[in-house]
C-alpha cells in the first residue's frame, strides 16, 4: 500500500460545480494533512492545512479529515477555470525517530474545469 | 519575508558530470526537504534534513547526496549524471521536525541531462 493515495485523475468538473478530491493515507498516527495545488511547470503552492477531524474552510475549499478512516479530502465549490491543476495531497508521517516526522506527498490528481 | 529560493533556476549538464543545487529556507525555518519531478509525474522523495542531520532520505542512489549548513541552507549533489536525471528539483522548508507545520516550497531547479 502506498503511503498517500490518490487518484490520479483527469477530473473533469463543469464551471461552478463542486470538485472533490480525495486521498488515503497509511500512517494511523500522522497529525497533518495539507493540500497543495500545482500548476504545470510551477511549484506546488499550500492551500489548506487541517489537524483536526472534521471540516475546515476558507473562501471556497473546505478540507475535511477523518482520521478513523484515514481519509481526507478536499471540496472546491464554484469552481473556475484557473481552479485547474494538480492537486497534492502530503501527510506528515512518523519516522520512527522520537517526534520525528516526514511530509510524504501523493501523486497528485489532476483536475480540470470546463467552462 | 522571502520565501524559499532555489540556484539556479535552470542547469544543463552533460552525463557524466556532477550537478549541485542550492536551497535557502525560509528564515526561521530548520527543516528542508528535497524532491524530484520528472515531466507530468509525481514529487519523489530525496532527502530530508533538518538542524544540519539527515532525517530520511528516499529510495535513490547514493549518487545523490547532501548537506545541510548551520545557517540551514541546504545543498543537493547529484554525481555522475544520467538522462534519467532530468526533472524539476523542488525544495521545502518548513519549522522543524516535531511540529504540525506546513512546509512551503521554492520555485525549483530545471535539470536538464544531454
Known amino acids: 500500500q502506498k503511503e498517500v493515495e490518490q487518484n490520479s485523475g483527469p477530473l473533469s468538473v463543469p464551471e461552478g460545480a463542486i470538485a472533490s478530491l480525495n486521498c488515503t493515507y497509511s500512517?494511523?498516527?500522522?497529525?497533518?494533512f495539507f493540500w497543495y495545488r500545482q500548476y504545470s511547470g510551477k511549484s506546488p503552492e499550500l492551500i489548506m492545512f487541517?489537524?483536526?477531524?472534521g471540516d475546515k474552510e476558507d473562501g471556497r475549499f473546505t478540507a475535511q479529515l477523518n482520521k478513523a478512516s484515514q481519509y481526507v479530502s478536499l471540496l472546491i465549490r464554484d469552481s473556475q477555470p484557473s481552479d485547474s491543476a494538480t492537486y497534492l495531497c502530503?501527510?506528515?508521517?512518523?519516522?520512527?525517530?522520537?517526534?520525528?516526522?516526514?511530509?510524504?506527498f501523493g501523486q497528485g490528481t489532476r483536475l480540470t474545469i470546463n467552462p | 519575508e522571502a520565501g524559499v529560493t532555489q540556484s539556479p533556476t535552470h542547469l544543463i549538464k552533460t552525463r557524466g558530470q556532477q550537478a549541485t543545487l542550492r536551497c535557502s529556507p525560509i528564515?526561521?525555518?530548520?527543516?528542508v526537504y528535497w524532491y524530484q519531478q520528472a515531466l507530468g509525474l509525481g514529487l519523489q522523495f530525496l532527502l530530508w534534513?533538518?538542524?544540519?542531520?539527515?532525517?530520511n532520505r528516499g529510495n535513490f542512489p547514493p549518487r545523490f547526496s547532501g548537506r545541510q549548513f548551520p545557517n540551514y541552507s541546504s545543498e543537493l549533489n547529484v554525481n555522475a549524471l544520467e538522462l534519467e536525471d532530468s526533472a524539476l528539483y523542488l525544495c521545502?522548508?518548513?519549522?522543524?521536525?516535531?511540529?504540525?507545520?506546513?512546509?512551503?516550497f521554492g520555485q525549483g531547479t530545471r535539470l536538464t541531462v544531454v
Open positions: 521545502a522548508s518548513s519549522l522543524g521536525q516535531e511540529t504540525n507545520t506546513e512546509a512551503f
Open positions: 500512517d494511523r498516527g500522522s497529525q497533518s
Open positions: 487541517i489537524y483536526s477531524n
Open positions: 502530503a501527510v506528515n508521517m512518523n519516522v520512527g525517530i522520537q517526534g520525528a516526522q516526514k511530509l510524504v
Open positions: 528564515s526561521g525555518h530548520t527543516s
Open positions: 534534513y533538518d538542524e544540519g542531520e539527515e532525517r
